[in-house]
């Protein structure tokens, strides 16, 4: 009863930009342990299987998770489960450089990392839905937080790479405390909810999500090879952990406008013809970085880093919330993070890994992950083409 009162009066709505600053400082962090892996020895091969076996984890934790979340009488008492476990295995994880160590302790941190952001999802959209707020305008405080991150935690780890822990310790820290004072929103299928039973195969009977899907997975093991190995690209090109930083920055800084004003782009356009144009986009930034030589370079690509996830993944997200029945929306946003982004975490850190290793260097694999994004983009047009969806759901 609590949580409906609150959600009544509609309060809470400015906690969740606070939120969505410090969950997306987690993900700055997270952006940048290959290069703690490498300050400690890892080959690029063993940082791929660390990230890979993060990647795994986090792909077995979401329906665990999306389960508890829709069953659960406070979703956000779980995100600070979540919070509360990060917090202890981070605190551990420098005790021991070896590699069978590191990749055990990862594994456990990206089980508990993988579920923050669909769950925080799952109750911004429900929670600022309901009482009139915008998803958008909150989500576009994580970028924010990830820009200032980046901006600090690269000069820090060109000091020190382990530095990275004491910033994420720090917002882990903040927001564990903070969810004492976010909305309570219980699980559909609670008892507190008193929800209807659900089975999660249900989701998969929807031919445009698993359409939406297998797109998105595609897109983002072009995009997670981007990531996962930028840092490795920076030093080949020259640069150090600051320049990375000014990067990153710039990412998440092209990130804010573009999610300020993410629903009325989507309203207008759907979620079909924003996969279309995030994945020119995104053709565009990865055959650039195949020619490009300089590090200062990558900062002009940087500009287009909304469109190649935020943009993705919140028109996925915003499909979801409008489309998947009430009663599995978490797990629906769970499997979104979970099969698309995990799936694809582990087929490009193995094989980027891997291939880097083979090659002795990183830019020649753009214009492999190139190829994908413009295979993507001719094949979902033709689909588009093909399947054209009648007048009434044309905005999907």
Known sequence: MGGERALRRGKGIGQFYLFY?????????????SVYYDAVGLTATQIGQVLAMG?????LAQPVW???????????RLVQLLVLAMIVVISLIQLNNTFPYIIVMASLFYFFLKPLNPMVDSVA??????VGGSYSRARACGPIGYGLTTL???????????NVFYVLLAALGVLAVL???????PGRQSSAAQGKKASMWLLFRDRELVVLLVTFVLMQVSNNFYHNFLPLFYQELGGDNTL????????????APVLFFADRIWRRMGTRNMFLMCGAVMTFRHFGMAFINSPYLIFVLDTTHAFCFAATSFALARYVATSVIPELRTSGQMMIWGLALSCANVTSSLAGGS???LFGRVQPLYLFTGSICLALVVGLFIYCRIYAPPAAIQKI
């Open 179 to 185: 969810c004492f004072f976010m909305p309570v929103v």
């Open 244 to 255: 990375m930083g000014i990067g990153l920055a710039i990412c998440a800084a092209s990130e």
């Open 66 to 76: 999306g389960w508890a979340g829709d069953h659960s009488r406070s979703k956000m």
């Open 152 to 162: 600090v935690t690269g000069a820090l780890m060109d000091r020190s790479a382990g």
């Open 355 to 357: 291939l880097i290793d």
């Open 21 to 33: 600053g410090l969950v997306y400082v987690t993900t700055a962090c997270n952006s940048v342990l």
């Open 125 to 130: 959209i429900e929670y600022l839905d309901s």
């Open 55 to 59: 990647a795994v984890m986090g792909f």
